[in-house]
């Protein structure tokens, strides 16, 4: 999978994505304020948004360590309470969480 480090740094560039989606107006909400937590708690990210709303967030490493796998603990934390609020409280969103090749993956099902 190629990565955009660049993009990943660049928090406007990954909320245009996110914008520019076709999802869902309340999805979109949703992810931007996901984006925001995961700026604010210092982690490079990027997202893909797939067919069927299907939605991909790659958690790459806390700043500013910046090595791909290297998460601070808290920060970590606080954006998975975060996925699990929106789950909770949006019965059409489903997460599921992965680990593959340092990469920390947030999958987001959204159902219409």
């Not at 999978?1 to 990943?8: G, K, L, S, V």
């Not at 660049?10 to 909320?15: A, F, P, V």
């Given at each position: 999978?190629?990565?955009?480090?660049?993009?990943?740094r660049?928090?406007?560039?990954?909320?245009d994505i996110i914008s520019k989606s076709g999802l869902p107006i309340k999805?979109?909400?949703?992810?931007l304020r996901l984006s925001d937590?995961?700026?604010i708690n210092g982690i490079n990210y990027n997202v893909v948004v797939g067919e069927d709303n299907q939605i991909l967030i790659l958690l790459?490493?806390?700043?500013?360590?910046?090595?791909?796998?290297?998460?601070n603990t808290y920060s970590i934390t606080n954006v998975l309470y975060k996925v699990r609020e929106m789950e909770k409280e949006h019965d059409d969103l489903e997460t599921r969480c992965e680990i593959e090749d340092g990469l920390f993956k947030i999958l987001l099902n959204a159902t219409s």
């Open positions: 999978m190629d990565i955009d480090i660049e993009q990943c660049e928090n406007d560039k990954i909320k999805h979109i909400k949703l992810l937590t995961i700026y790459i490493s806390s700043k500013p360590e910046n090595t791909t796998g290297v998460f």
